[in-house]
């Protein structure tokens, strides 16, 4: 296997988004100043710059990049090198009208943004080549570039085009996959139905705007090619960078709870694991849609992991955009290291005063350094320097999370049971009463290695081949806890029901069998025997060696088993045939995971959380008072917090709203 090229920078990365096109050259002086100031080490430049860098085809103005590449390396600011190719110029589209992606309607888009591209256009593929190999031929040798930054959130905006140009591709992506066998496919799209049996490649099109329902094992390959279609041009201007700068890395920056790329075909591809990610305002709990992204992006890349975007406060596209709480800021960033972050970006540095995000916040706001914005950006700069030592620690998981974008794909395709089933929110409901309790989590593909973990938890798992549903039950049968959620194992890669009852892949191992589901209205609840209710979801199951562990109270299905436990082999299944409410969801993760043998990293009051970090001689241990209640923590005897530098003999106290990180030596 060949070795990836590394990020070669001391400690924990920091800056932001950098673009200082947008403002005259004396800023940029300035901005040299506040970034030492802030403790900035490094930026990504020229995401948005292509208009700038190639003012007709062909014909390049470097200028602008060789001073600001130059300004970067004289104040020791490390750059990350954009390709440009997220956003085209006017004059390319012009010449290539064909290049702007159709939707499913059939309505051509018109340039004016970003990201407005068919990802099956020859013309754009060239452009975006010739760009790339510009600067790689200009610039692979630029002292300031430590890491090249390909795209810009591939899928974001525009995931696939349904133009005739994106249906030949999508074809010709079927003929490989399917072996060139029309037959093959038409067995696989269940083709019999609705009389949609294919006779001829030609016939095939892209998931398009008709009368009725699609089929869904045609919508499932045309998010699996849509993926791919991207991934290949990742790949090709990856490609071209390699050839003149092999030692450097390479990245794009992934958006891992969205639902537009499967990253676990995309992680392997990068040299370094990027993200961006946006607290949702209108979240009361975001610090555990913060935790839930970066355990998943942790798990793409299989330890750390750069944070390549957030916002310093509001953002723009939101439909209310609050400011960011006394603290929050902090918290924030401080999380994402918890979870493995080595990397801390914002977008951007400089507040815009003109464009479509000018009312996106940035590391220096429009009222500039007179702001709290300012003064939490130089602390915590402050605080990354303090943690320089923690880069390259990993985390230390027993439970590992099933998330796998096949099954998030088909769950949420028309013509379910129930439409209100949102993955995301599913796998978070499950992830929630685990994080509160201080439990570490990594997130898995269904066929992935299970041997590290005690508890391994699918709480949403709709699609699921043979070979992962082998998987998951083979980890409970040789002596594992595995847990599964209603409405898993119903279906195959292919999108086909699996016959005999439900929960389908999994019936076997959970001793349990249900003939029909019963889902619930929005807003409807079920009672559980023993109390508390039950949403979204019940089904008529039958015992068969399993044991119930709660029942259903009144209604079609009293009595019924509603959560039960099975000893499989020399494990342990436990089923949930409903969503029960958040107190008893939580009740029944602490049930399982003890009896899994798993518990918390450390024990804190409610509202504080609790992460750690391994490397080989110690355990840094990040405590984080989202409550806003002050805590006192206990910790070793030996102890050190890292953010003051002062020892910690045997327990740590937390002001309201505050951030401690210690270090306890690990011995033997």
């Known amino acids: 296997m060949t070795t990836k090229p590394v990020l070669s920078l001391p400690g924990i990365a920091y800056g932001g988004d950098y673009n200082p096109e947008q403002w005259p050259e004396e800023v940029w002086a300035e ?48 750059a990350d090198l954009a390709t440009p190719t997220a956003a085209p110029p006017a004059w390319f589209y012009r010449a290539h009208p064909e290049a702007l992606p159709v939707d499913k309607d059939g309505h051509r888009l018109s340039y004016g943004s970003r990201q407005t591209i068919c990802p099956s256009s020859p013309a754009y593929r060239e452009a975006s080549l010739r760009i790339t190999g510009a600067l790689a031929e200009r610039y692979a040798d630029h002292p300031a570039v430590v890491m090249w930054h390909v795209h810009n959130e591939y899928g974001c905006h525009t995931n696939g085009c349904y133009c005739d140009t994106s249906a030949a591709a999508f074809r010709r992506w079927l003929r490989t996959k399917y072996g060139d066998d029309l037959d093959v496919l038409n067995h696989a799209w269940g083709t019999t139905f609705w009389s949609q049996w294919y006779y001829d ?36 201007e990856r490609d071209v960078i390699r050839e003149a700068a092999p030692a450097t890395p390479v990245t794009t920056n992934f958006m891992g709870i969205t ?15 990027s993200e961006d990610h946006y607290a949702m305002s209108s979240d009361p709990e975001a610090e555990i849609g913060i935790a839930l992204a970066s355990d998943l992006v942790r798990s793409l890349a299989g330890g750390p992991w750069f944070l390549m975007e957030h916002s310093t406060g509001a953002v723009n596209w939101q439909p209310v955009n609050r400011a960011k709480l006394p603290g929050e800021l902090r918290r924030n960033a401080l999380a994402h290291v918890a979870h493995g972050a080595d990397g801390i970006a914002f977008f951007q540095w400089r507040a815009a005063k003109a464009g479509a995000e000018q009312w996106h916040s940035a590391m220096v706001p429009h009222a500039g350094t007179d702001s709290q914005i300012w003064r939490d950006v130089v602390r915590l700069g402050a605080d990354l320097r303090a943690l320089a030592e923690v880069r390259g620690s990993t985390g230390t998981a027993q439970v590992a999370i099933a998330w796998d974008w096949n099954a998030r794909w088909a769950l949420e395709f028309p013509a379910q049971p129930n439409s209100e089933l949102r993955f995301q929110d599913l796998v978070r409901s499950w992830y929630a009463p685990l994080w509160r309790s201080g439990v570490a989590v990594d997130f898995v593909r269904p066929d992935a290695d299970l041997s590290a973990y005690r508890l391994v938890l699918a709480p949403s798992l709709y699609l699921v081949d043979d070979e992962g549903a082998a998987n998951l039950t083979g980890f409970a049968e040789r002596g594992g806890t595995l847990a599964v959620g209603f409405h898993s194992g119903a279906v195959d890669e292919n ?86 409410d958040p107190t008893v ?16 990293v450390r024990t804190a009051p409610e509202g504080v959380e609790v992460v750690r970090r391994r490397s080989p001689s110690a355990d840094y241990l990040f405590l984080i008072d989202h409550a806003g209640n002050g805590a006192q923590v206990p910790v070793a005897e030996d102890a050190v917090e890292l953010l003051t530098g002062k020892p910690a003999p045997g327990s740590v106290t937390l002001a309201p709203g505050e951030i401690a990180v210690v270090r306890e030596p690990r011995r033997g």
């Open 585 to 600: 969801l939580a009740s029944l993760m602490t049930r399982i995971r003890t009896e899994a043998g798993v518990e918390p």
């Open 259 to 273: 639902d537009a790329l499967d990253y676990w075909r995309w992680a392997p591809e990068v040299d370094v694991v």
């Open 495 to 580: 999108c086909h029901v699996r016959l005999g009852g439900y929960p389908g892949a999994f019936r076997e191992a959970l001793g349990v069998r249900s003939d029909e589901y019963f889902p619930l209205q929005p807003g409807d609840t079920v009672t559980l025997r023993g109390g508390g209710t039950a949403s979204l979801w019940s089904e008529r199951l039958r015992l068969e060696g399993a044991e119930t562990v709660m029942s259903y109270e009144g209604g079609p299905l009293t009595d019924v088993p509603a959560v039960t436990r099975h000893a499989y082999g020399e494990g342990t299944t436990w089923y949930l045939a409903t969503h029960p």
């Open 201 to 236: 490649w030609d016939e095939i099109l892209p998931p398009r705007a008709t009368a009725a329902g699609p089929n869904p094992a045609n919508l499932l390959d045309w998010h699996r090619f849509c993926s791919d279609e991207w991934l290949s041009h990742y790949k090709a």
């Open 31 to 78: 901005d040299m100043r506040l970034m030492r100031e802030a403790g900035v080490n490094f930026v990504s430049v020229g995401i948005f710059s292509w208009a700038l860098l190639e003012t007709s085809e062909g014909t390049y103005d470097f200028s602008a990049m060789d001073k600001i590449l130059g300004l970067l390396h004289d104040n020791g600011i490390a």
